[in-house]
């Protein structure tokens, strides 16, 4: 199985999510940490480097269409839209079990 991986996240925000996911990802990739952000290609790129695997192993989870879809499928990932709300958390639960 590969690494599952957190792609982008601002600064201030680090912390707080990363203790609400807990366990839930194997890896964080953080846009500050690789000095690019998306929606470049090379940020994906960056990204998949460090998971060590390839573009179409990697599945993009965002609320953005622009910046977390469109541009991750450019780049060669899989890409998911993530819609905010109520059921964020259950969301979430789905796209990790399967």
């Known amino acids: 199985m590969s690494p599952c991986g957190r792609i982008h996240l601002a600064l201030p925000y680090s912390e707080p999510l990363k203790n609400w ?13 690789v000095g ?4 470049s290609a090379l ?7 460090r998971l ?5 192993e990697v599945l993009m989870v965002g609320n953005s269409l622009k ?7 450019a780049a060669g990932l899989q890409a998911r839209h993530l819609r905010l709300g109520e059921r964020l958390q259950q969301t979430l639960r789905d796209l990790l079990q399967g």
């Open 21 to 33: 996911l807990g366990s839930l990802v194997d890896v964080q990739i953080l846009s500050f940490e």
């Open 36 to 39: 690019s952000a998306k929606p």
């Open 43 to 49: 940020f994906y790129e960056e990204t998949c480097k």
């Open 52 to 56: 060590a695997v390839e573009p179409s």
């Open 67 to 73: 910046n977390d879809v469109v541009a991750a499928e």
